[in-house]
């Protein structure tokens, strides 16, 4: 319940932070794979990974304990997301429920504040470029699992009225 409510205060405090670039830093990808990248592909950078589906969306999770954000992680992942045509669009990178304060703050000091709260359960920044980044807490047993996402909102898939079914 603390930690609930902690998480509520801090999301609703305002402080000044110095704005990174998401778009020049993640616009060839993350983790060595590029956006637009198949499975396969990703496999070739990390062969650790495990295919999963989940609600029919295919995700590649690998295991990754390395800092990100300059938090230490341990026992923790990286997951690969793949749109409907199989190309690489989202990653997430998985923290533990301890780091919500210090992931918060570093985002909000690398990347500036985050877009106004409203009733979704993600806190969002604001797009830049074709990169979104937002940050959400899924239930992990007594606790929540911050999940970073970043994701390639440019990625274009060429189609025809015809192909999709609408002609």
Request: net charge negative; no cysteine.
């Amino acid at each position: 319940m603390y930690k609930g409510m902690l998480i509520a205060l801090l999301m609703l405090a305002h402080s000044s932070a110095f704005a990174g670039k998401m778009s020049e830093l993640f616009a060839d990808g993350a983790f060595g794979v590029k956006w637009g990248a198949d499975i396969k592909q990703v496999r070739e950078v990390h062969p650790e990974g495990e295919i999963k589906e989940y609600v029919g969306i295919l995700n590649y999770v690998v295991p990754h304990s390395k800092p990100v954000l300059k938090i230490n992680r341990r026992d923790s992942e990286v997951t690969f997301t793949f749109d409907s045509t199989g190309k690489l669009h989202a990653i997430g990178i998985s923290f533990e429920g301890g780091d919500v304060v210090e992931l918060f703050s570093s985002l909000k000091t690398y990347f500036g504040e985050n877009k106004p709260l409203s009733n979704s359960p993600r806190i969002e920044w604001e797009k830049d470029g074709s990169i979104k980044m937002y940050l959400l807490s899924m239930p992990s047993g007594f606790s929540v699992k911050p999940i970073l996402t970043i994701e390639n909102v440019a990625i274009k898939n060429d189609a025809s009225k015809d192909e999709l079914g609408f002609n």
